[in-house]
């Protein structure tokens, strides 16, 4: 099914970020299992990539998983053009550029965060973007990168992106500094201004602007929300803990009656997802390695993990390795709950 604008904004009051290596398809399917309604990423994937280099097996996704954006990076309007319609034809429903990833090799080939310094450059990209394909063009950016004072460039910076006709954003809420931190140092160390983000709203009123960076819990998530952001973009915690973010959050996000979610059901269904993908000669690894986080916070979080990355890489592992490793998650629940019932009375 694909998302009209309004039903993908509004998908968007909690999405899971773009990660490199990590939201994958696998990983998408596993997300989807917890949350229906939540918005999903790709991994970036580069315009060069997909239109030089005809990568367009880097558009596979599942049709479960919509809503889903598809990242891209680059800064020739052109060649995003291009990508961004391959994307469209691949069956996104939203193409979103990458302005915020400080990697190496991205601000080599003129991606990501450095084209904070480019406003004119990114609105270009975006207008092309915009006259490819009708699905909703959105931006990832940080406040701001190196010397440049984030109260000054940010507001611009959105004011022509939004000229460009881009109505949605996700703001990193700090700096990179190009200089002299790794990518990874880049997303801790410059400090989180959340109030710079919220003052973004209040400036524009009209365009669906989503908060990313530093956000722990679905209660965190909930609490920009209830001061008037349109939207939260979680990332690692959101990867390291995805029942604690996203099985609660069809209700308490997107106000759905009904259940919440389950580890242990998506755990269930993550076995019939690995078989098909082993007998389509994929590897266990592949999929149990973005479920190490999945009873993170429970009892039977170390077993469940210590079993999957263990057993996965053996020869002939196959799905029965998660059901084992549930097995020992369902053991250590019934031993906390003894742990923790009343001592029966001396006779
Ligand atoms: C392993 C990893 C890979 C990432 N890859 C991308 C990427 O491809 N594109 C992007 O825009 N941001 C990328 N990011 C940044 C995240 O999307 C997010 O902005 C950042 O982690 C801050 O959010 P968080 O504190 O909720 O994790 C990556 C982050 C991590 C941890």
New binding site residues.
């Given amino acids: 099914m694909r998302y009209d604008t309004s039903s993908i904004d509004a998908a968007a009051r909690l999405s899971v970020?773009?990660?490199?290596?990590?939201t994958d398809r696998h990983c998408r399917h596993l997300h989807r299992l917890l949350s229906r309604r939540v918005l999903l990423y790709t991994?970036?994937v580069t315009a060069p990539a997909l239109v030089r280099g005809g990568a367009v097996h880097l558009l596979e996704h599942g049709e479960g998983e919509h809503p889903v954006a598809l990242?891209l990076g680059g800064s020739d309007p052109a060649e995003l053009a291009d990508a961004a319609q391959l994307g469209a034809e691949a069956g996104y429903d939203e193409i979103n550029l990458?302005v915020?990833?400080p990697s190496d090799r991205v601000q080599s080939g003129t991606f990501g965060a450095v084209l904070m310094k480019s406003p004119a450059l990114v609105a270009e990209c975006c207008a092309a973007m915009r006259g490819a394909t009708s699905l909703p063009v959105t931006v990832?950016c940080r406040i701001g990168v190196d010397d440049q004072d984030p109260r000054a460039v940010l507001p611009d910076f959105i004011a022509r992106v939004a000229e460009a006709g881009v109505t949605r954003l996700a703001i990193?809420a700090r700096m990179a500094w190009l200089e002299g931190l790794s990518p990874k140092e880049n997303?801790d160390i410059p400090p989180l201004d959340y109030a710079l983000v919220h003052e973004m709203k209040a400036r524009f009123p009209a365009l669906h602007l989503s908060v990313?960076?530093?956000?722990g819990s679905l209660d965190a998530a909930l609490a920009h929300l209830a001061k008037g952001m349109d939207g939260v973009m979680?990332?690692?915690?959101a990867y390291h803990a995805p029942a604690e973010i996203l099985c609660r959050a069809d209700r308490l996000v997107y106000g759905e009656d009904g259940p919440d979610s389950t580890p242990e059901a998506a755990a269930r269904a993550m076995m019939d997802y690995a078989e098909t993908h082993l007998a389509a000669d994929g590897r266990l690894g592949q999929v149990t390695r973005h479920m190490l986080g999945l009873f993170a916070g429970r009892p039977g979080a170390r077993v469940w993990r210590r079993t999957l990355s263990e057993g996965a890489h053996l020869p002939g592992a196959g799905p029965e390795l998660i059901e084992a490793a549930l097995a020992e998650v369902v053991a250590a629940g019934a031993a906390a709950e003894s742990d923790c019932a009343p001592a029966p009375n001396p006779v």
């Fill in positions: 970020a773009p990660m490199m290596d990590w991994e970036m990242q990458n915020g990833c990832k990193h997303r990313n960076g530093g956000v979680i990332g690692r915690a």
